[in-house]
């Protein structure tokens, strides 16, 4: 339960899901998704707005594409299940590459040949909802290589800003290197093993005055508890500015009989 | 206690060391060179006969006086930037100069004696049409200034308004010229386009209408275009379609009399639209009733208004006239007729006004640079001489802005270049060895060396010894020779032929582009110009991106300069090649590019003549290279794999990156959009590709090492809200992988707003913003750290780093706005960087990065103090000795440009705006230099007595070591 709610990477259990049949997989992100809309509803707040219907978000195509000749032909990899809000979360539900798909990865690999993701524009806020979906698409990719040799464990960040729109996608793979090692078990390549997460911007902070005068006050206490702070400058250096002033008032009570034999000759 | 209070003050004094500049180290590592712009208006003050004085005001908003015997500033006023500073009217009068300033805001009075200020009034609002001085009886008292739809009067001693009135009708008309003539009348000429003009005459005294009438002048729609007034208060319009001249009377204002330029005897060049000058010495009396006509852009000429009827009095033939001008001194009026002499020489001739009678003796002949401009204006100071002729002097301007001062009989006395008022971009190239190294270089060249046997070889090495000991003769006898000399006669003048590079390349060529298409080089340690090209076919609204595609390293190749030069509206753009140090175009023909250009980078790959390959891509996503031989395009199918690159749209808010193609076309990889509707892409940034970092990571103080974040490929794109409301308004700043597309990092600061000034560098970005929130200017530092453990310390692939690095930020309060922001550079790094800022007062401040740490911690602790971190203190003190320009002001600073020298501890820094500034710092202090007062007999005489010393003692210790042998 804590999983959904919470804005930190999610991992889609697709491990899991190629041991159950498909369908128990749908039943398993069903049962998730009801939690999810459960723990909303727990929240008692938001309880009767008008976009608690819309909490339980939706869900758009995450498409990939490996291709020979690198001309971009993206097919369907999986559904990304956004769940709206303000913390938004998101939820994968990915299929298994094919036997076709394996083989025509590795040979892209081969020929150090990208694997491309896709995923549309899309807008995470709920007011607006309808209007979610905006043209284009946001792409990101890694090298084809790196996806074969990480036995296509990935990780994919999404990334909104300050409303809500999604404005990028990034991937990338776990070990990251091209080392050309050889991917002997097909089985490696069957399953995706990805790390999912959804990032807001951070706050930046700003200058930090509050601690810095609370800092300050602290110190003027300390020293307003030394007396020998305390003392004022005359108080301090009475001694020499005295010595100063004879001194200067005898070096100008010599000058003017120097100044007055000048004169008279 | 007078005293006392004296010997505090003197004790304070002595007390507060300054700690920046010495005395006698000012202007030896650093100059300044003021300007004031694209002249506008220009008046020689004449109402002393000495007078040396020219006054000017700019496009730039600058109102200053020249010297017109050197050509210095005398004094110098600069207003503020863009349409609230524009110097909208020049009107003169004796010693005081009345100026019109931001649209009519303004109505300024100046001494122009000492450049003080008069007075200065506030000016109803208004947009501002026409102004002139309105005399009686020979003295002129008024100012009258008309704006859209009133006329106000103000007297000329105080600026208080006399009297101000409403225009009537002004809805319809639209009132252009304000035209006076001493009589005590104030004509206001107005227009309703393709139908009449208006003509409104107030009285002077109390601005009561006297008169007001309607001619029908369908084909006018311009008055101050092309009408002037002549002689007896006769309007003069030339009519570009029927060819006429149309004549109306002001004071009787019947109906318009229609010349046709036919009937005279005169021919209009097809295309050409005439115009009309005439001339009014003194605005409380009637202008001449002589005028210039201009038929052609080489035809100009002298015509009379005489009772109604024109008199052609001279149509200067067979000279072909440039430019034309009336100038007066005394009772006489003379006409300047410039045209050209030859190819590299104009002559300018003088002719009686009245008479149009050539002048004896009054020829003078210029050469002309040709690579400057055309002249586009001339400015005539006529003087009586003792014997009652007339003399002259003239300043041309041309079309690249610069000034040339000339006087007879063709003396040029000085130039100013005011097109380096607005430098765009800069760059600096090193400077050639000197002559006798490069001949080293040329004899042992590859080439040679295949070619020749062993005995020729010998041979040469012998004959260029033989020319360096020469060279290192003549050298050490100049040096005795110029040591006999005082020191002020010590003349190093620099000229392009003893250009070389100076032991610690402190010397460098500095290669300014300016917005008017002139190029300049200028070397850095005179400021002195050596060599300008202007560009005659740069588009108004051109970008510009200078790039150094072979440096000086290369001999026997030539450096070479690309300038691209690009019209933003159509995107077309146009390669200008050329050798930095001489400014020479360069012999390689650049490629033309017939399709708008999105983007251009220059790749570290070189061809076989070791030029760096620029790619430019166009809006089909295509890529050309340049130079493109099959070497370069051979180098490119190989790595075209690993060339990625972005293109930004901001107006769409869309990153995008590219990859290329071994068929040199591209393909999308990645692709990043902010919506426009929320925040608007302002900045990308990336790193200079010419910085090196000297240290991975950091140092803590358990002795632990932090890594630093080093992607050369990062991004750093501001973003601005389009909310500008103080509450809801941010700043977002977006760190982007440019090969990859992964977003690092993305921040916002919120109830911030721009203007935003960035440095990228090394692993930290600094931005500075107004914070709506608190009022103030804050300054915000982002630095990224790997952690205490590399990813892969070899060699840095964007595509290879999985894990994302920590980030750190914190903010400081900045008690200034600033201009401009450039972080210092040097040689390998190993320096402390320090942060330019260029501040609107005029000064550059030398902040430490170490003041912008994010690490700075709040508790002071052992480990911190270990690691020499300073305390954390929200607010930046601006020290006054972190000015690095002391007191050499620079006037609105827009960039500021830094370049390494050969010496690790030295960073050359240029400031340019309208002035130019250029010096030297030292971010760490000289520790690779030694003092100038270093005691080098101290040093030398303990070495020579430790030598002494150790062979003394060894010889006494061997006889020891004899002695007891024996024993």
């Known amino acids: 339960m804590l999983l959904h709610v919470s804005p930190l990477p999610v991992s889609a259990f697709s491990k899991?899901?190629?041991?159950?049949?498909?369908?128990?997989?749908?039943?398993?992100?069903?049962?998730?998704?009801?939690?999810?809309?459960?723990?909303?509803?727990?929240?008692?707040?938001?309880?009767?707005?008008?976009?608690?219907?819309?909490?339980?978000?939706?869900?758009?195509?995450?498409?990939?594409?490996?291709?020979?000749?690198?001309?971009?032909?993206?097919?369907?990899?999986?559904?990304?299940?956004?769940?709206?809000?303000?913390?938004?979360?998101?939820?994968?539900?990915?299929?298994?590459?094919?036997?076709?798909?394996?083989?025509?990865?590795?040979?892209?690999?081969?020929?150090?040949?990208?694997?491309?993701?896709?995923?549309?524009?899309?807008?995470?806020?709920?007011?607006?909802?309808?209007?979610?979906?905006?043209?284009?698409?946001?792409?990101?990719?890694?090298?084809?290589?790196?996806?074969?040799?990480?036995?296509?464990?990935?990780?994919?960040?999404?990334?909104?800003?300050?409303?809500?729109?999604?404005?990028?996608?990034?991937?990338?793979?776990?070990?990251?290197a091209?080392?050309?090692?050889?991917?002997?078990?097909?089985?490696?390549?069957?399953?995706?093993?990805?790390?999912?997460?959804?990032?807001?911007?951070?706050?930046?902070p700003g200058p930090e005055t509050a601690l810095f005068l609370e800092r300050m006050e602290l110190e003027t206490e300390k020293k307003g508890k030394n007396p020998q702070e305390q003392k004022s400058f005359f108080a301090k250096y009475w001694y020499l500015i005295l010595g100063g002033a004879i001194f200067l008032m005898l070096s100008n009570s010599a000058q003017p009989p120097a100044g007055g034999g000048r004169e008279q000759s | 206690?007078?005293?006392?209070?004296?010997?505090?003050?003197?004790?304070?004094?002595?007390?507060?060391?300054?700690?920046?500049?010495?005395?006698?180290?000012?202007?030896?590592?650093?100059?300044?060179?003021?300007?004031?712009?694209?002249?506008?208006?220009?008046?020689?003050?004449?109402?002393?006969?000495?007078?040396?004085?020219?006054?000017?005001?700019?496009?730039?908003?600058?109102?200053?006086?020249?010297?017109?015997?050197?050509?210095?500033?005398?004094?110098r006023h600069v207003d503020?930037?863009?349409?609230?500073?524009?110097?909208?009217?020049?009107?003169?009068?004796?010693?005081?100069?009345?100026?019109?300033?931001?649209?009519?805001?303004?109505?300024?009075?100046?001494?122009?004696?000492?450049?003080?200020?008069?007075?200065?009034i506030l000016l109803d609002s208004g947009s501002f049409q026409s102004a002139c001085l309105v005399g009686q009886q020979g003295i002129v008292k008024h100012v009258a200034v008309l704006k859209k739809t009133v006329i106000s009067v103000h007297y000329l001693s105080n600026g208080h308004q006399k009297w101000i009135e409403n225009l009537p009708e002004s809805e319809t008309v639209d009132y252009q010229t304000v035209y006076s003539d001493g009589n005590g009348q104030v004509f206001v000429l107005g227009i309703v386009p393709h139908s009449h003009i208006t003509i409104v005459v107030y009285s002077m005294e109390d601005g009561e209408i006297i008169k007001q009438v309607s001619v029908e002048a369908p084909w006018l729609s311009n008055i101050p275009g092309s009408c002037v007034v002549v002689g007896q208060g006769m309007l003069m319009c030339v009519d570009s379609t029927t060819l006429s001249l149309n004549i109306l009377d002001l004071h009787q204002q019947l109906q318009m009399t229609q010349i046709p330029l036919q009937s005279l005897g005169l021919e209009v060049d097809p295309g050409f639209h005439p115009s009309l000058v005439s001339h009014q010495p003194n605005p409380a009396q009637k202008p001449l009733s002589e005028f210039f006509l201009q038929l052609g852009p080489e035809r100009i000429l002298l015509l009379q208004l005489n009772n109604g009827q024109i008199v052609k009095l001279n149509d200067f033939k067979p000279l072909k006239v440039?430019?034309?001008?009336?100038?007066?001194?005394?009772?006489?009026?003379?006409?300047?007729?410039?045209?050209?002499?030859?190819?590299?020489?104009?002559?300018?001739?003088?002719?009686?006004?009245?008479?149009?009678?050539?002048?004896?003796?009054?020829?003078?002949?210029?050469?002309?640079?040709?690579?400057?401009?055309?002249?586009?204006?001339?400015?005539?100071q006529a003087f009586l001489k003792k014997d009652d002729s007339v003399g002259y002097r003239v300043m041309v301007q041309t079309e690249d802005h610069a000034l040339t001062f000339i006087q007879q009989p063709g003396r040029v006395m000085w130039t100013r270049e005011e097109a380096l008022s607005d430098v765009v971009t800069m760059e600096m190239v090193d400077l050639p060895l000197t002559g006798t190294q490069a001949e080293l270089e040329g004899e042992f060249g590859k080439k040679a060396a295949i070619q020749d046997g062993l005995l020729s070889m010998v041979l040469k090495r012998l004959s260029s010894q033989l020319i360096m000991l020469q060279a290192w003769i003549a050298h050490l006898w100049k040096l005795f020779y110029d040591a006999r000399k005082p020191r002020s006669q010590v003349k190093n003048e620099v000229s392009i032929e003893n250009l070389s590079r100076d032991e610690f390349n402190l010397q460098k060529m500095m290669v300014m582009v300016t917005s008017s298409g002139k190029l300049f080089g200028i070397d850095s340690k005179t400021g002195g110009i050596l060599w300008k090209h202007y560009l005659d076919n740069v588009p108004s609204n051109a970008a510009f991106k200078l790039m150094v595609q072979r440096t000086?390293?290369?001999?026997?190749?030539?450096?070479?300069?690309?300038?691209?030069?690009?019209?933003?509206?159509?995107?077309?753009?146009?390669?200008?090649?050329?050798?930095?140090?001489?400014?020479?175009?360069?012999?390689?023909?650049?490629?033309?590019?017939?399709?708008?250009?999105?983007q251009s980078l220059m790749l570290p790959l070189i061809d076989q003549d070791y030029a760096k390959v620029l790619l430019l891509v166009d809006d089909q996503y295509k890529v050309s290279a340049f130079p493109s031989t099959k070497n370069v395009l051979q180098q490119l199918q190989e790595t075209a794999s690993s060339i990625f690159f972005f293109i930004v749209d901001s107006s769409q808010g869309r990153l995008s990156g590219y990859r290329l193609r071994t068929d040199l076309s591209t393909e999308q990889v990645w692709e990043v959009a902010i919506p426009t509707e929320v925040q608007k892409i302002v900045f990308v940034k990336g790193k200079r590709p010419n910085e090196h970092v000297h240290s991975q990571g950091r140092v803590m103080g358990d002795r632990s090492v932090l890594y630093k974040y080093l992607n050369p490929n990062l991004l750093a794109v501001v973003t601005?809200?389009?909310?500008?409301?103080?509450?809801?308004?941010?700043?977002?700043?977006?760190?982007?992988?440019?090969?990859?597309?992964?977003?690092?990092?993305?921040?916002?600061?919120?109830?911030?707003?721009?203007?935003?000034?960035?440095?990228?560098?090394?692993?930290?970005?600094?931005?500075?913003?107004?914070?709506?929130?608190?009022?103030?200017?804050?300054?915000?530092?982002?630095?990224?750290?790997?952690?205490?453990?590399?990813?892969?310390?070899?060699?840095?692939?964007?595509?290879?780093?999985?894990?994302?690095?920590?980030?750190?930020?914190?903010?400081?309060?900045?008690?200034?706005?600033?201009?401009?922001?450039?972080?210092?550079?040097?040689?390998?790094?190993?320096?402390?960087?320090?942060?330019?800022?260029?501040?609107?007062?005029?000064?550059?401040?030398?902040?430490?990065?170490?003041?912008?740490?994010?690490r700075r911690p709040e508790i002071v602790s052992e480990q911190t103090r270990e690691e020499n971190l300073i305390p954390y203190a929200p607010e930046l003190i601006i020290r006054t000795e972190w000015f690095i320009n002391y007191n050499q002001t620079v006037s609105r600073v827009r960039g500021i440009y830094t370049a390494p020298s050969g010496l690790e501890s030295t960073c050359l820094v240029v400031a340019y705006?309208?002035?130019?500034?250029?010096?030297?710092?030292?971010?760490?202090?000289?520790?690779?230099?030694?003092?100038?007062?270093?005691?080098?007999?101290?040093?030398?005489?303990?070495?020579?007595?430790?030598?002494?010393?150790?062979?003394?003692?060894?010889?006494?210790?061997?006889?020891?070591?004899?002695?007891?042998?024996?024993r």
């Not at chain 1, 979610?132 to 960040?157: K, N, P, W």
């Not at chain 2, 005293?3 to 180290?25: G, M, Y």
């Not at chain 2, 109402?47 to 730039?60: D, H, R, W």
């Not at chain 2, 308004?729 to 960035?758: E, M, N, Y």
């Open chain 2, 720 to 854: 601005e809200s389009t909310d500008l409301h103080q509450e809801r308004s941010f700043i977002g700043i977006l760190l982007i992988d440019g090969v990859t597309g992964r977003i690092i990092h993305k921040a916002v600061q919120r109830k911030a707003r721009g203007p935003v000034h960035v440095v990228h560098s090394e692993n930290w970005v600094v931005y500075e913003y107004w914070s709506t929130k608190s009022r103030r200017n804050e300054f915000s530092v982002i630095e990224l750290y790997e952690g205490m453990e590399l990813y892969n310390s070899t060699v840095f692939s964007s595509l290879d780093r999985p894990h994302a690095p920590q980030v750190l930020q914190q903010s400081y309060i900045f008690p200034s706005f600033i201009s401009t922001m450039e972080a210092t550079l040097t040689e390998k790094g190993i320096t402390s960087r320090h942060l330019l800022i260029g501040l609107p007062s005029g000064g550059i401040l030398s902040l430490p990065k170490m003041f912008l740490d994010p």
């Open chain 2, 1 to 75: 206690m007078e005293k006392l209070i004296l010997l505090l003050l003197k004790l304070c004094i002595l007390v507060c060391v300054v700690h920046a500049v010495f005395e006698d180290q000012v202007g030896k590592f650093d100059w300044r060179q003021q300007y004031v712009g694209k002249v506008r208006f220009s008046h020689f003050d004449t109402q002393i006969q000495s007078s040396k004085k020219v006054l000017v005001a700019t496009e730039s908003n600058v109102f200053a006086a020249l010297n017109t015997r050197t050509g210095e500033l005398l004094w």
């Open chain 2, 913 to 966: 705006g309208l002035d130019i500034y250029q010096t030297r710092v030292y971010p760490s202090k000289q520790f690779d230099v030694l003092k100038d007062d270093y005691d080098y007999m101290l040093i030398s005489s303990v070495l020579f007595a430790l030598f002494f010393a150790t062979m003394i003692s060894k010889r006494l210790a061997e006889v020891k070591l004899l002695n007891r042998a024996w």
């Open chain 2, 322 to 380: 440039l430019l034309a001008s009336f100038a007066t001194t005394g009772e006489k009026t003379v006409a300047a007729v410039m045209s050209p002499k030859n190819a590299t020489a104009y002559s300018i001739n003088l002719f009686s006004a009245d008479t149009g009678r050539r002048l004896l003796d009054t020829t003078l002949i210029f050469p002309v640079d040709p690579n400057g401009g055309k002249p586009e204006r001339l400015h005539v």
């Open chain 1, 178 to 204: 091209c080392r050309g090692t050889e991917v002997e078990d097909e089985v490696d390549l069957e399953v995706f093993n990805t790390t999912l997460s959804i990032m807001a911007p951070v706050n930046a």
């Open chain 2, 80 to 120: 503020k930037t863009g349409p609230e500073g524009n110097i909208d009217a020049y009107l003169h009068y004796a010693q005081d100069t009345v100026l019109v300033v931001g649209n009519g805001r303004m109505l300024r009075s100046w001494d122009v004696n000492i450049g003080g200020l008069n007075w200065e």
């Open chain 1, 16 to 176: 899991m899901a190629r041991v159950l049949p498909l369908n128990v997989a749908v039943i398993f992100m069903l049962l998730l998704f009801l939690c999810a809309s459960l723990v909303c509803c727990n929240n008692g707040r938001r309880a009767g707005d008008p976009s608690e219907t819309e909490l339980s978000g939706f869900s758009v195509p995450l498409e990939h594409s490996f291709e020979l000749d690198d001309v971009a032909k993206f097919q369907s990899r999986g559904s990304l299940l956004l769940k709206t809000g303000r913390e938004p979360s998101v939820s994968l539900l990915q299929n298994q590459l094919s036997e076709e798909d394996r083989a025509k990865l590795k040979e892209v690999a081969a020929v150090d040949g990208l694997y491309r993701i896709r995923v549309p524009r899309v807008f995470l806020q709920t007011e607006r909802q309808a209007e979610g979906q905006m043209e284009g698409y946001l792409t990101a990719f890694v090298r084809a290589c790196a996806m074969v040799e990480s036995h296509l464990s990935d990780v994919i960040t999404l990334h909104t800003d300050v409303s809500g729109f999604l404005i990028g996608v990034s991937i990338v793979t776990f070990p990251g």
């Open chain 2, 552 to 598: 000086t390293a290369h001999f026997p190749h030539p450096p070479q300069c690309t300038l691209l030069i690009k019209d933003k509206d159509t995107g077309l753009a146009t390669l200008h090649v050329f050798n930095p140090i001489f400014g020479r175009r360069s012999q390689v023909t650049p490629p033309a590019l017939p399709q708008p250009i999105l």
